[in-house]
C-alpha cells in the first residue's frame, strides 16, 4: 500500500491531525502515514506550499501527498486530487497549496475534483474536509481505488495557483520577503544562491541586514516571535555570507544557503527572528555595507 | 493485531509519549499507533473526556482505546480497561476519563481493575502509569491477552463520571461553558445546536456574545490565550449565527456548529479566544441584543 | 526490520522531522519509526544525553537509536554509528549526545564514522545531517546494511564525552543543577534518591528549596518558563520529601523520585518551574529548615 505523507496547519494541540489519522486508517487498515508537518502557520498557504515543494525530493516515490491548509473551507473552493508527473498523488484544496509541489517534475497528468459521495464521509462538516473529505479521498487512493473514481476531470490551467515573492536583485543589494521562521529562529528567504551571486556578494562578503520597509505580520502561531519583535526595535545588523553556523563566532549573523536550497539569515547559536526582531511576512534588505 | 488509539496530556514537549510508544511495541512489535492528540490541556479530565467522546465515530471499528489524563496517579484511584458495546477495549484511569467515550454505543460489556502484576511493568513509578500501567495493558490486549486476564471485574456502577456542564437556555439567552479553546482561537462550548432552536437563535440572527460571569481559569497549557485574556478587557461583542467562516466577512465573529457537532464561537480569519480575551472554563452568555 | 527510534531538538512547527521520516522510509519502506521526542531545547546536547539515557530501559531491545542534537552540524565534529553492549545501534553526531544510553549495559562493541558515500545523500547540506546523513545510514541499517560497510573503524576512547553536573551533598544540604523542565513545570534534578539519603532526608522530612547561586539560562525553547522566572522573584520555599504528588496537599511542594529514576521538585496540580520561577540550567539547594 503507498504511503500517505500528511502535512497541515492543524497544529499538534487539538485532536484533528489525530482524527485523520483514524480516518484514514479506519478505510485502509495498515496504512502507513507520514506527518511531515502541522506547524504550518494557521492559514497561511505560502509557507504550506513552499513547505510541500521543498520536501519532494526526499518523499517516497509512490508517496499520496495529502495536503491541508484551508482558509476557504466552506466556501466554493474546489477540493481536488492531481496526480503529477512524478506519477505520485496531491490532495488538497485547490488554493495553490499543492502545486509547486506537484508541478515540479513538469505538468500535471490529471485533476479530478472530488465530489464523489462513495468516497467523502456523509454528512460533511463545513469546517474540517481534512477529515471528511481529503483524508477519505487519500485513504482510498490507498486502498486501490482510481483517481478517475473520485470526481469529474479538471482543466488545469483552471487551478488555483499561490504567488510566489519574487526577490528584488541589484548589484550590492537584494531584497527579499521572509517565507517562515522555523523553531531555531532562522529566517528563510524567498531568494536563492543565484540572487547572491547576483547581488555580487560572494563567500566572504559582508553585508548589513535591515527591515525591508514592509511592516511584519505575524501569523497567529508566531506569537513569541511576533512579541520579540514589538519588544526589539528592528535595527540594520552586520552579517556574513558563508557555508554554515561554523563559519562565525557564536552570536554573529550570517547569511547561507539552508537545507532547503534557499537562502536564509540566521544567528549562530541563537535566534536570527529575535535579534533583528523579525517575523514570517517581513522583507528584509542585504547590502554592501556604507563607507 | 488492533490498532491502538492513544490520547493524553502528556505533550509533545518531554519523552513520555515516545516512551509509553516503546514499551507498546517492545511488547507487540509492529503494533500500530494512532495519536489522537496529547495536547489536552494538562489535568484536565472533562478536556479529554468530551475529545475522545467526540472523536468515537471515526475511530476504526476495532480500536484499542488507551487514554491517560491523571491527576490522581499515585492516589488509590483505580486503573481500569473496559470493552463497551461498540466492542472496543477502553483503558485508562477511573476518573471518568473514559466513560464518555465507552458508554457512547450503550452500557459497559466488561469492566475489569488492571491489577495484574503479569500485565504491568515491575515497579511501577508512583507518577507514571500511563508507561508502567496503561500502555502494558493495552499492548497485551492488542497481543491477544484476553480483558479478563488483567485483573478482577469491577461493578460499572462504581465507576467515577465527570460531570458535563449544562447550558442555561431562555428564550432570547444561551449561557454555555467554554470547554476547549483550539490553536485557531475558536471557543468551544459544552452546548448544541438544539440549544440555539431552544433559545430562537434561528440561522442569520444577529446575537451578542459576552463572558458570562465565571472567572476564566487558564490551565497551564494555555499560557498564552491567558496572557492575551488578561491584556484585553472582555467586553460584550455582536456575533452572527450561521453555517461555517465563510458566512461573514474575515474578522467577524460567528456561533456555528464545529466539526465535533458542538457550538462554538468563532472569528472568521482570527482568534475568539483573543478577540473576547477568553479561556477554557469561561463561561458565555449569547443574547439578543437590546433595542 | 528493526524499529528506529528517533529522538532530536527539531521541534515539530518545521518540516525537519518529517522530512527524516521521509529519507528513513524512502529507504526503508515499511519501516517502523518511534518518535521518542523531538522536544530537546535546541542544542541541549546534555538534555538530549539524558532523555536517551532515562528512556533506555523501555525500549525495544533491537532498537535502532537515531538522534539528533547537533550544534556543531557543518564543522569537523564526526557523524558516527556504535553498536552498544546491549546490541542495539546509536546513530548521531559525536557530541556525547549517544554515549550516556549506548555505554549503559557496558563498553560500545563497535564504533563506525559515517563516511561510506553510499549510505549518505548526495549532496549532503551542511546544515541538515539529520536528514542527508543520520536518517540514510538509520535506514540503511534496518534494511540490512552491516554496520562495518558505513565507514571506519574508530577508537571508543576518542570520542566526546558530555559532563554530568555532580550534586554537591552534605549532612542537612544537598545542591543539584536542573537538567530539564517537563510540561508539567516539574524540574528534573542531576541527582537522585541516594543523595537524598546521604543529606539525611527521609521519607517525610520538611526541605527549604532555593536558587543554588547559578543564574537560569533558559535555553531558547524555554521562553514562557523563562518570563515567569523573570516575573517571579525566585525565593526559598518550603517542601515534603515524598513518594508522589497525592502524599502532599494540593498547590504544595514536594521533592521526591521521578518516573525516570532522577530526584525532582513538583508541585502538586501545579508547576514547580513557575513557583520557584527557575528554569533548565539553574542550581537548586535544598537545605534543612533553620530554628
Known amino acids: 500500500m503507498r504511503p500517505v505523507v500528511f502535512l497541515s496547519d492543524f497544529g499538534l494541540d487539538d485532536a484533528f491531525v489525530g482524527t485523520c489519522h483514524a480516518v484514514l486508517k479506519r478505510i485502509a487498515p495498515g496504512l502507513d502515514v507520514i506527518d511531515l508537518t502541522h506547524g504550518i502557520a494557521p492559514q497561511q498557504v505560502l509557507e504550506g506550499a513552499l513547505a510541500l515543494h521543498d520536501a519532494a525530493p526526499y518523499l517516497p516515490a509512490d508517496a499520496i501527498v495529502l495536503a491541508v491548509v484551508d482558509p476557504g473551507v466552506g466556501s466554493k473552493r474546489r477540493a481536488i486530487a492531481v496526480r503529477g508527473a512524478d506519477r505520485r498523488f496531491y490532495i488538497g484544496p485547490d488554493n495553490g497549496l499543492l502545486l509547486l509541489a506537484a508541478e515540479r517534475a513538469g505538468p500535471l497528468f490529471d485533476v479530478r475534483e472530488l ?18 473529505v481529503f483524508a477519505p479521498a487519500a485513504a482510498h487512493l490507498a486502498a486501490g481505488v482510481a483517481l478517475a473514481e473520485l470526481g469529474p476531470s479538471l482543466d488545469p490551467s483552471l487551478l488555483v495557483r499561490v504567488e510566489v515573492p519574487v526577490p528584488v536583485v541589484a548589484p550590492g543589494l537584494l531584497r527579499a520577503v521572509v517565507v517562515a521562521v522555523d523553531r531555531y529562529g532562522n529566517l528563510q528567504l524567498a531568494a536563492g544562491v543565484g540572487d547572491l551571486v547576483a547581488a555580487g556578494f560572494a563567500p566572504g562578503t559582508q553585508v548589513v541586514v535591515e527591515p525591508g520597509g514592509v511592516a511584519p505580520t505575524p501569523p497567529d502561531a508566531a506569537g513569541a516571535a511576533g512579541a520579540a519583535g514589538a519588544a526589539n526595535a528592528p535595527g540594520p545588523a552586520q552579517a556574513t555570507v558563508c557555508r554554515t553556523f561554523a563559519d562565525v563566532d557564536p552570536g554573529a549573523l550570517l547569511v547561507h544557503e539552508d537545507s532547503s536550497g534557499r537562502l536564509a539569515v540566521a544567528v549562530a547559536g541563537g535566534s536570527a527572528a529575535r535579534h533583528l526582531g523579525l517575523a514570517a511576512g517581513a522583507a528584509v534588505v542585504l547590502a554592501r555595507p556604507r563607507g
Open 115 to 132: 465530489t464523489d459521495p462513495r468516497y467523502r464521509l456523509d454528512p460533511a462538516a463545513a469546517t474540517f474536509h481534512g477529515r471528511d
